[in-house]
Each structure stands twice: as C-alpha cells, then as structure tokens.
C-alpha cells in the first residue's frame, strides 16, 4: 500500500492506496464521486476526463499514486465556475446529450476548449473533440454548445 | 481491465532510481506519464513487478538552447512542445508533431522520453526525431551517456536502452532559418496512432524517414540521395521503389501507404 | 386530439413543442445513477472466466487458490436446479439452441463464459481469473456463415444435421421474377459490435426486508429480464424485482438477455451479499462482437425502362453461437427476407434467408436490425442497374418507389405501409444535395487528385412492432398491449408510470408532453417514471421504435379516461353537467366558470364529503392500455443523400456534405427527433467507414480493444441538413410514428454508393462494409 495525498475538488484527502489503483477507481470507490465514468479503460474514449492541476487528464490510465499532491476536480467540483455553467447551459439547450454517460468526460473537455482557444472555430473544435467518443448524439449539438459558448465569452 | 499488482517506488534523484532499476526483484519500469504503459498494464499486457515514479526527480522538465544543440529533458509533455515551448524551426516541427499525438488529455501527461524509450512501433516521436537527428542522453551506473537518434530504436518496444538504464533527455539540431521540414501520419481519426508517417527534415543535409513500420523507423537512403541532389518532389511511384529497396516486408497496401507518407511529407518540407 | 385537450401546455409544451430535456439536470451535474454509480453495503466484485478458444469441448476448470466460497461454474449452477436460456420460435424447423450461463462442457465462442470469480475488488477478482486453470480438446471452429452453410463443416450443436437454424423462403409469384435487364452482386455487412459508452452493468442481492431478489442491470427490458429471472431460477414473480436505473445507451444490446443477468443474481443468492459485475471494454468487443453480419447475393431484375419486375436473392445471416432471449435467433434472418424490396415496388419476389450457427457471440438485433444490411444490398444493387441502364440512380429509385397515392400499400411479402409520400422524401433530398452540381464538379476534378461522388439511400423502417404481425411471423417474443398509470397528485400535478424504459431517448421529456398535449399542464407538474418493476406497468420494454407510439399512446388514453373522472368531480364542483365541461390549461372549464387540477385534487385526495355521488372508485389513480386499432405498424423512412471525396492514392472516404429528408409523422419533440435521427446516422456511418469485428481463421477476435475498432468520431461526419415531411399515421394517437432507429439504416448504402459513383471510372465496386482504405485501394488497383 502506498500513501496518497491530494485535494479533490478543494478538498484534502489522504488515504492509503494499492498502487495499481486507478485515479479514476479512487475518486469512484473509495470518494464515492461516481460522476466520472469508465468507458474503455485504455485512454481512448474521454469519459474518465478529469481536471489534475486545471489541465485535463484521463483518470483510468493515471494511477491514483502518480496524483500525488496534485489538485483533481472532477464534474462536482465546477459548481462556482463560470466557463462550466455556460457550457452545462448550453449543452442543454443544444441537446447536446442523450444517455449522459459521456457527458462529464466530454463537458470537463468542453471546459479546456473554451478557456484554452478562445478563437475555436468549428473545424478545431471538431478536432479537439476527437478524444471523447460519444455513441448517442453524433456530436451535433456538443459542437453547437462549445461554439455558442466561444461566442458568448467572445462577445 | 484492472492491472496486475505491482510494488511502486517514489525516488528523489536519478542515482537512487538507477539503482533500483538495478536491484528490483523481477522486472522493474520507469513510470513516466504512463499514458503508453496505463493500457498495456490495464490489458495485462505488461506486469511489471516495481514501478519506480521519478515524479519528484528534478533534472528531467528542461528546454535549453545551447549554440547549435536544444536539450529537451525526457519529462517534458507533448502538450508543453505542442504550445510552442521549444524555440526556432525546430520547435515548429516538434510542435507540428505534437498537435498530432493522440488527444490534449492524453497529452497533457504523455512525455517525449517516455514515448521514445516505449518505442511503441505506431508512435510519432520516434520517427520524427530520427529525421531531426540528434541523441539519446542516458543515465545509468557509470553516469551519463548519449547514443544517436540513428539506430536507437531497434524494433518494435525494443530499444538500445539497458535495463538498468534511464532516458532523461536529448540533443537535438538547432535548425536554420532556411531548413526545410515536413511531416505526414497517415490514420483515420485525428489522434490515432498512424498506419503510415513520413518525415522529411531538410538542414544541414535531407534526412527522409519511413516510420509506423511494425518495426523500428527507417531512413529511406534513396530518397535522402535524391532530396540531396536537389529534388523539391518525390511522387508515390518513386517513393514506392525507394522504400521497397529497403525491403520492409510491406503488402501492396502498407508499401502504397508509406510511400504516401512521404511524398506528401517532402510536399510539405516544400510548400 | 381526443376530448379533453385542447392544444399545447402554458407554455407550449404539448407535441410539437421543442421542450428541453427535464432529465438533464443530473447528467449535466455528473449525478446520473448507473448501475456502477449505485453502492450497496458488502457488495463483491465478480470477474469473470472466460473461454479462451471458439469451440472445444470436455471442458474441465479448476478453481483458482485462496478461491473457497468464492468461485461458481455450471455445475454450481446445475446442482441447484438452474434452467438454461430457452427460446425457439414458431417457426418450424427453427432449431432450439439452449443458451447455457455459463458453459457446461462445451466450449462454443471466445469469450463465452465458464466461471465467476468474486473478490472484494474488481482488481483482485481478476487476479483469481488469472489463477484459475481450463482444461478442454479444441475442436475445429466454425468461423465463416460462407462455410458454416456447407454440408461438410464442423458442427456448432452436436445434435444438429447441420449449422442451419433456420431456412425460410419468401416467395410471391416467384416464377415470374425474371426480366430483360438483370444485374446481380455479393454484397457483405461484416460484423461489428454495438458499443454504447456503457457496457453491460449487473448488481444483484437478495433484498431482506422486500424479501425478494433485487437486481440493478443496464437493461432497456427490466420486465422481460424479471421473466427470464424467474424461468430460469425457479422464482415466482413476487419474488423478483428489476430495476433499470440510469442506461449509458442500449441500441439494441441491451435489449436482449445477457448470460451474466441470470448468474450474477444467483451467485448473490449464494454468497448472501450483493454482487457487482461491470462488463469493461474488452468484454464487450470480445463477447458483443454480435451484430450486423450478413452475406447477400442478389439480383435485380427490370424492365429496359427501368421498370422493377423481380428480386431474387439468397441471404445468410451469422447468427453466432445460441438463440438468445427473448427474440430468438432468426429475428434478423426473417427480417431481412421478409423485408428486402425496401419502399419499392416490385412484382415478384423469390427470397431465400438463412440464420446460421457460428462459433462467435451471439447475434443481437442492433439498431436497425436487418435494414441497414437490406438497405445496403437492394440500394448498392439498384445503382449497378442504373450504371447498366445509363440511368441517373436518382431517377431509377424515383421511378419505383411506392407513391403516395398507393397508400396504404401491401407490399409483396404482405406488409402493409400506412402512410408517406417516398418520393418526395427523394426529391427534396436529390434537391438538398444539389445531384446536378456534383456532375458538374465530378468533370471539373478536383485540384487535390481526389475523386468525388454523390449517393442515396432509401428506407423505411417499420416500428412498433404489432402483435398480429409478430405471431403470424412466428417470433418468439409478441408484443402486446402497452400500459401507463397516470396518477394526479395533491397539488394538481401527474405521476405518470411506464414500462418502457428511457435510455436517452428524452421519454421523461417527450412523454411527459403527451399528457401536456392533453390536460394544458405545466410540464414542471409532470413526471414520468421508469425501469423498476416494482412500479412500472409490465412492458415488453424499449426497442423496435415503439415507445413513443406505444407509451404515448397508452398515455394519451390513460389521461382521456382520468380527464373524464377529473371532469365529473370538476362539474360537480362547478354545479354543471359532465357534458357541459371540457380540460383546457389543467382545468375543467364549465358554462360559468373553472376550477384548477389542484382543486379537484383537494377534494379527492383531503375532502372526499365534497365528492359527487357518481365518482369512479378509480379515482385520480387510473391505469389504461394502447394498442393500434387494427394492430398495425406505422412505417417511417427517409432518403440520405451523401457527397464523398475518395483518395485514390490512400483509399481514405471523407463525407463531404449529408443530407436527410425523413419523415417520421407528428413529430413530438423536434429537438429529440432531431437527435435521434444525427446520432443513429454517425452509428450509420461507424458501420460504413469504420467498425469491424476481425476474427481469425481458429475463430480468435482480433478487435478487441479501441486501438484496434476505431469509434466513428467528431471529424467523421460534417453538419447533416435534415429535412422533415410530416404525413401522419392513420393508426395512432397524434399521428406518430417511431424513429430511433432510423438514421442508422442508410449510411451504409448511401455511402457506398456515392463511392462507387466517385470510383466509376475505375469499373470496380465497394460491395463490403466497413468501406475500410485497404478496400477501396483493392478497387482502383484491380483497374491499373
């Protein structure tokens, strides 16, 4: 076992951890913050996507010991963020989700579009989505949020 | 999709790493942004017995420029290359190659010594690092050593690294102004790993490499002899004909693909 | 519109209206309850044992070490009476397959399951997988249907002649199928899995204080899995509760019984604590690889004019190792024979379609379930006929679809469409993708070498499959009648139950308008509940497009009977007769006055002295049922109409603009339609461009994980122009007709035939999906 210090959504949290572990397996299981999902467990599908240290990461191939004293937010920790409630807004309005599995993973990497290339446009948006697979929604309205969203804070 | 167990060491400096890379009990691996190793470990494909973390090593995040050589420390992500934090050409062609591997989170973790010492056969810093040339700069128990680009991957995961060995950076070519480079993955979704690379940097002398082989990336001579000679353009028939000379036991299709790659990737040096 | 209603909600939030999605909320707050969200006090994670080799038999397993109480195989399972998954057909000669949990002697695809391992953690579960040891003799497996069909092949089931599960034919006036102009091609769908983002998810206990055995499964058919619960672990109903929390997509996976279902709840039954089985990735595309394998052969047969006369082909669908619950395994066979002349009109039919047995998963009926593989062979035939003929492929389709004025036409398999104008649908989208502008590109060329070409697609899809036309089918599982409760609570609102079950399609949205369509409520007092059979109305559950007919509809006519209960306690308040009185804004209006739902709520429920003597014991609580008047399907369909660039030298597609004209009667929720329609077209896509399922020759799957299956994605399909047509159904309530299936059919043939357009200079054809670059190169190679 290996000990594990961290701050998961503003909050420190200690814990002594199997090394093989995953962060995302952690934040489920044993911090019972279950809206981070598993998809594919390999990296290639987005919905573990989590914040460590303000830039996104996938929980399932980071090993819960390599976040060690690091700050991870995953999708509860953005209730007083503002690119997120725009985006959370927009994708509503946009249907831009049907089942909601990959929802958080997509929205967390939603967030690090909009506040990392403010001057998307829909090509590069569409690009940088590659990483996060949706299976119901066919992207649509996930790319109309995002852009709704670059214009707003455009403007 | 759960890993195996394994033991996992934190280490403070680069000695005391190299030395429990020499003393572990069954097979030890460095731990970098473990965005190659995560999946395998996850499959089960690896399972290793100690991971030993270099997190808190210092030593390993640098990019200085010193004269005609960029060290570049093995920790730093393709994120850091693809926001431009290498400088001059050489930094435009890295940058141009980092936007291209995988996704922002996955880069955002993924290192550039990691990549190369994985040596996963599909993956792009190998090949476009054997086209800029340079080396390998390696700890082990006699202290530091470098090797070349050239010959340092010698198959698919399988490298000149020893096992008790650690990559911590590299020296790379501070290209000129008038350099000319180009790079071409072949694949079906931004961020996959390619069926096909071609890359062409062109500075003091072409180098041309045919990469996503199966096997180790390999500098496609004739196509260095002709961009020598003055050449601006290689088409696919003749790109066909000079990797085939090198016998890379390709099918019609995988022989097509590459040599795609890099006449498309000389087109690129040359837009 | 029924009496009662009077138009859309207060803020229009009736059909028609694009409301926003109620259930977002907690999907967008990282909130949604999957099953793997849901934690139960001592709960064991399974991992399971799995059948390294395709076919093998005298299978012998040894337990792992440290594994005491804590390791179950069919001979646990067997000892306590355990009943197999048992489904055949009425089909005659539809030979049985008993899909066993888990494997019991013999060994009949990779990844079948042999035995459970728990531990406390996933991770250790998986360490005692690791430990245990099978022992088997390989046998040679069955791979190919190609070869599976032969006389000479191994046997997938020792007790069958052959590998054949079924043979049916379609014949009408076969004898006169031929024609002047014929042309016929071998076209393969090859198989794929599904994928939705969440996989299967099983947590089961024996619940103490309901005394009954619950279970927590990613299901679209809580009701039917209690069924098959209670068959085959010898439960009576009562004592059995499913529940079908939060669903990451289903599309059709998950709407058939998985082995894991049964055993997962009986080892909880054993161990007396809850366990939990989570399906990873590399399950699901070893063990799902199950869906859309089909070969055709067939020809077209025509007058010079281009008149279609006959059709005539030979099917063979890979239905995998078993018959799996509750649609059997010729599901799709029959489907696709039945079905294949699409919307046209054809005079003779001679079909022959075979279900055969393999040594790989067993087949589930994915979106689409045949049409996308009918679609892809009957379109991608009609434009080798246009080619034959010299005819634009727009105008040949044109000339035979079914026209409106033939409507509702009996097709010659004896279906029967309602209603659609077909080729408008074809027009408008011939208009939307510009047929004329492409020709003129295509002489132009392209500055970058690659090759353009433009294709269609067309379809129709019938939905809300109906009980007589499933039993005169002879299917295994018959739907019925569908249920709603409807109840209207203290304060004026509605509590509204349903069976189906709601896994992304918006439902506690879309239905909820149903009942704001006939009462004026505020969507805000309407709440739609699912999934758990402890409280929904039995329902064979959410496939075949049928909910919105069929939950709607249930609902539609639960609210006209509870509008008439709430009317006669409404007049008795407002002193007026029953007839005097109508609903309009969620109140019940009279001659000289109107009280709100919420009044007549209070006297119900807190002053009943103040009833009429007249009130319907029923109440405010009222449970009624729907069914189409005759049982007949409403039928949707649309055209696509797709522009690709192919590059010769890459073989590399790209869609370069799509469009849709489809028509799916009174829409509900055209946010929702819209949806349903852009994300079944990518998944249509995936099946074009992308998604394979790679066996080898000893039968091993070589896709299993994502490095290896690449996902159609962001950059795959550009922003689709969608166009509706609205001719409602004659046979339901508003007129509507299901959709979710839709987008996902044409992709394939829409896709493939603007290829074969883009590659016509080359006289070589895609016939095979996924278009993969290797195969397109195969074409314009076999032309230098």
Redesign the interface.
């Known amino acids: 076992m290996t000990e594990l210090t961290l701050k998961i959504n503003g909050e420190d949290v200690t814990a002594d951890v199997e090394p093989r572990l995953s962060l995302a397996d952690f934040v489920r299981d044993h911090r019972r913050l279950t809206g981070t999902h598993l998809g594919c467990e390999h990296g290639v599908c987005g919905a573990c996507t989590v914040l460590m240290n303000g830039e996104p990461v996938r929980s399932c191939i980071t090993f819960a010991v390599a976040a060690d004293g690091t700050e991870i937010t995953t999708i509860e920790g953005f209730d007083d963020d503002d690119p997120m409630t725009m985006l959370r807004q927009a994708f509503h309005e946009n249907h831009a989700l049907q089942c909601g599995y990959c929802t958080p993973g997509m929205l967390v990497a939603a967030r690090d579009i909009v506040t990392r290339l403010p001057d998307a446009d829909e090509d590069r948006v569409r690009l940088e989505l590659a990483g996060n697979l949706c299976r119901c929604t066919g992207y649509v309205g996930i790319v109309n949020a995002i852009l709704s969203v670059i214009e707003k804070r455009q403007a | 999709m759960k890993s195996a167990k394994f033991d996992h060491q934190r280490m403070v400096t680069l000695e005391e790493a190299v030395a429990a890379l020499g003393s572990a009990d069954g097979e030890a691996r460095i731990m970098g942004g473990g965005q190659s190793l995560g999946p395998m470990m996850n499959l089960r494909l690896a399972q290793p017995d100690l991971l030993i973390d270099l997190s808190r090593v210092g030593g390993l995040d640098g990019i200085e420029v010193a004269g005609d050589t960029i060290r570049i420390g093995a920790r730093v992500t393709h994120a850091r290359i693809e926001d431009g934090a290498v400088p001059g050409v050489t930094g435009a062609y890295m940058q141009f190659v980092a936007s291209g591997i995988s996704y922002r989170s996955v880069r955002n973790r993924g290192t550039i010594g990691g990549s190369v010492a994985h040596a996963d056969p599909s993956a792009d810093w190998p090949s476009a690092l054997l086209a800029l040339g340079g080396d390998v700069v390696i700890a082990g128990q006699d202290g530091e050593r470098r090797m070349p680009l050239d010959g340092f991957q010698i198959g698919p995961f399988a490298t000149g690294l020893g096992f008790e060995e650690i990559l911590t950076g590299f020296e790379l070519p501070t290209l000129g102004e008038g350099a000319k480079c180009g790079y071409y993955k072949v694949n079906r979704k931004p961020g996959e790993f390619a069926d096909a690379i071609g890359a062409v940097v062109i500075g003091s002398a072409p180098r041309v490499v045919c990469g996503a082989t199966e096997a180790a990336p390999f500098r496609v001579v004739a196509a260095e002899e002709r961009l020598a000679a003055g050449a601006a353009e290689i088409s696919v028939a003749d790109a066909r004909d000079m990797i085939a000379a090198q016998d890379p036991g390709f099918d019609d299709y995988d022989l097509q693909i590459h040599a795609v790659a890099l006449s498309r990737a000389v087109g690129r040096a040359f837009a | 519109m029924a009496d009662g209603g009077t138009g859309p909600g207060s803020d229009g939030q009736g059909i028609g209206a694009r409301v ?2 109620k ?12 099953v ?2 849901i ?1 139960l006090p001592r709960t064991l994670e399974a991992a399971i044992v799995r059948s390294p080799v395709a076919h093998a038999e005298n299978l012998k397993i040894s337990p792992p070490a440290g594994a005491e109480g804590r390791f179950f195989t069919a001979e646990d399972m067997a000892a306590d009476g355990v009943q197999p998954i048992h489904v055949v057909s009425k089909f005659p000669g539809h030979k049985g397959s008993d899909y066993p949990h888990l494997a019991t002697g013999k060994l009949r695809f990779v990844g079948e399951s042999v035995a459970v391992c728990l531990a406390d ?3 250790a579960a ?2 005692l997988v ?1 430990g245990a040891e099978i022992d088997f003799n390989a046998l040679p497996p069955v791979v190919d249907m190609l070869a599976a069909v032969e006389p000479s092949a191994a046997r997938v089931h020792d007790d069958w002649d052959d590998n054949v599960i079924l043979d049916s034919r379609f014949d009408a006036n076969a004898e006169n199928v031929s024609a002047p102009v014929s042309v016929t091609r071998t076209f393969r769908m090859n198989r794929q899995a599904v ?4 996989g299967a998810a099983v947590l089961a206990e024996w619940d103490a204080r309901e005394d009954r055995l619950v279970v927590y499964s990613a299901s679209q058919i809580p009701h039917i899995l209690k069924n098959a619960l209670c068959e085959c672990l010898g439960l009576r109903q009562n004592q059995v509760r499913v529940v079908a929390p ?4 289903g ?1 059709g996976y998950k709407c058939v019984l998985l082995p894991e279902e049964i055993y997962i709840p009986w080892v909880a039954m054993q161990v007396k604590r809850p366990v939990r089985w ?1 399906q ?3 399950e699901h595309l070893v063990t799902a690889a199950n869906a859309r394998e089909h070969h055709y052969s067939v020809t077209l047969h025509a007058q010079p004019d281009g008149t279609f006369v006959g059709l005539e082909a030979d099917i063979i669908v890979d239905s995998g190792a078993y018959s799996v619950y509750p649609h059997s395994n010729i599901l799709e066979s029959t489907m696709a024979g039945r079905t294949l002349h699409g919307p046209y009109t054809f005079s003779a039919y001679k079909v022959r379609s075979r279900a055969v047995a393999t040594n790989k998963p067993p087949i589930v009926p994915y979106r689409g379930v045949a049409r996308p593989g009918i679609c892809f062979a009957l379109e991608l035939a009609i434009d080798a006929m246009a080619r034959e003929l010299g005819r634009e492929p727009y105008d040949l389709r044109m000339q035979n679809l079914v026209p409106p004025e033939k409507m509702p036409y009996t097709t010659i398999t004896g279906g029967e469409f309602d209603s659609g104008d077909y080729p408008e649908a074809l027009r408008r989208s011939a208009d939307l993708i510009d047929v004329a502008a492409v020709r003129a590109r295509q002489l132009e060329g392209e500055a970058d070498g690659r090759l353009i070409g433009v294709g269609f697609g067309c379809y129709i899809e019938m939905t809300a499959l109906q009980t007589s036309a499933a039993a005169r089918a002879g299917l295994a599982a018959i739907p019925g009648y569908e249920q709603a409760h409807v109840r209207l609570t203290p304060d004026g609102g509605l509590e509204i139950g349903v069976g189906v079950q709601n ?4 439902m506690e949205t879309t239905l909820a308008q149903v009942a704001c369509e006939k009462f004026g409520l505020d969507i805000d007092m309407v709440s739609v509940r699912h999934g758990d059979t402890a409280t929904s109305p039995y329902s064979t559950g959410t496939y075949a497009s049928r909910s919105m007919v069929m939950a709607g509809g249930a609902i539609a006519r639960t609210c006209d009977v509870l509008g008439e209960n709430i009317r006669r306690i409404g007049a008795h308040l407002l002193q007026c007769g029953f007839d005097e009185t109508t609903i309009s804004g969620a109140r019940v209006v009279g001659p000289s006055g109107d009280v709100s739902f919420a009044e007549v709520a209070r006297v119900w429920h807190r002053n009943p002295e103040d009833l009429p003597a007249d009130v319907d014991p029923a109440g405010v609580e009222v449970t009624s049922g729907f069914r189409p008047s005759p049982d007949k399907s409403p039928f949707s369909y649309a055209t696509h109409a797709a522009i690709v660039a192919v590059d010769p ?4 597609v790209e869609i370069l603009d799509y469009v849709i004209s489809e028509d799916c009667g009174t829409i509900v929720n055209p ?2 339609v ?2 349903q329609i ?6 249509g896509v995936g099946t074009a ?2 998604e394979e399922s790679c066996f080898d020759a000893e039968g091993q799957p070589l896709s299993s ?3 290896d299956y ?2 159609p ?5 550009p ?2 122009r969608l166009d509706h047509l609205v001719n409602p159904s004659p046979l339901t309530e508003f007129g509507v007709k299901g959709l979710g299936e839709g ?1 996902a059919i044409p992709p394939p043939a829409t896709i493939a035939n603007a290829v074969n357009d883009a590659l016509r200079e080359y006289g070589a054809e895609v016939s095979e999906t996924p278009i993969t ?2 195969r397109v ?1 195969a074409c314009v ?1 076999a032309k230098s």
């Open positions: 926003l999605r259930e977002d909320k907690r999907f967008l707050d990282g909130a949604g309850r999957y793997s969200d934690y953690t996933r991770a998986e360490d690791a994928n939705p983002l969440e939060d669903v990451g997509g599309f989570i990873d990735r590399r896994h992304g399609q918006g030298e890459l073989g590399h946010m929702i819209d949806g852009l994300g079944g077209a990518l998944q461009l992308f994980t994502f490095a690449t996902m994605g962001s950059t795959h399909l922003n689709i987008g670059p290797r190169r190679v």
